[in-house]
């Protein structure tokens, strides 16, 4: 008989990296989302500033605002009863003054139920790091591609290919891990880069695009479900493709309505003929 199901920790989480075993985690923006990651038993839910592109249309997670994320992590929660859930802090709200910051991020915990936030930036977000921890809210970093600051690293490309960039997430996992992080995202990284530094730091890697030797991926879910249709990278696994079957079926939806195929007499409710004259038959009296 399998053991009942209880809430994913943080022990947990840094319990499979020690045993050898694989974290698994992936984003959710609504209830529906939430419930069904869960329920498929994945260890991490992050509510990411994704959501500002594949669910709020906007050009890039810039945009994006604490309430937004706030709201999406509040339907989020309503369907995670189990998996660990991680509030990813939005643009401009965490490398700001320590107060605001402490502020922005306990929103996620206390308003969101968040367990957790996760912040982008390497070496130079290690005191940002220690203010949040001292704090008691739990911090989960992101290194290598940081969507929020692209630009300045030239774009959405990998990082560390060369010998100074790859010294500099090496430093920054380094720092990241001293500074009270309980594991770290690394994104867009050479494979072999991101095995050094899984085996350089004690706390759980999470790759995306960063191979198959970190302790645990996570993936945006409309890119893997095929529901975000703009773009997909390179680095992710198509396991659905709602995108033209959802088109599909709302046009063949217009296409009954119109015509007068739906509804259906099996999609209608009928009355009792009795009923239906003595409704006729009050009508002609009046």
Request: aromatic letters at 6%; proline letters at 4%; glycine letters at 10%.
């Amino acid at each position: 008989m399998n053991a009942e199901r209880r809430k994913v920790t943080i022990p947990d989480v840094q319990k499979k990296k020690d045993d050898r075993r694989k974290i698994t985690m992936l984003t959710a923006y609504d209830y529906p989302s939430g419930r069904l990651i869960d329920e498929a038993g994945l260890d991490m839910v992050l509510v990411g500033d994704s959501l500002a592109m594949t669910v709020l249309g906007y050009e890039s997670t810039i945009p994006v605002t604490m309430d937004e994320m706030i709201h999406h992590a509040k339907a989020v929660r309503r369907g995670v009863k189990y998996a660990l859930l991680v509030g990813d802090m939005p643009f401009m709200t965490y490398n700001i003054a320590e107060k605001e910051t402490v502020r922005n991020a306990g929103r996620f915990i206390k308003e969101g139920g968040c367990t957790a936030v996760k912040i982008e930036g390497g070496e130079e977000m290690s005191g940002t790091v220690k203010t949040l921890v001292k704090a008691g809210i739990p911090v989960l970093g992101h290194i290598g591609l940081t969507p929020q600051t692209a630009a300045q690293l030239g774009g959405f490309r990998v990082q560390g290919k060369d010998a100074r960039g790859a010294a500099k997430l090496i430093d920054s996992a380094v720092a990241l891990e001293k500074a009270g992080c309980f594991a770290i995202v690394l994104e867009c990284v050479p494979d072999m880069l991101a095995k050094l530094i899984t085996e350089k730091i004690g706390i759980p890697t999470i790759g995306i695009g960063a191979g198959p030797y970190c302790n645990g991926q996570v993936i945006v879910t409309n890119d893997m479900i095929g529901l975000y249709d703009k773009f997909t990278p390179k680095f992710v696994k198509k396991y659905a493709d709602l995108w033209p079957q959802m088109l599909n079926a709302f046009k063949r939806y217009k296409d009954d309505v119109e015509s007068g195929n739906f509804p259906a007499q099996e999609h209608s409710f009928t009355m009792n003929g009795s009923e239906l004259k003595k409704i006729k038959s009050v009508r002609r009296t009046r």
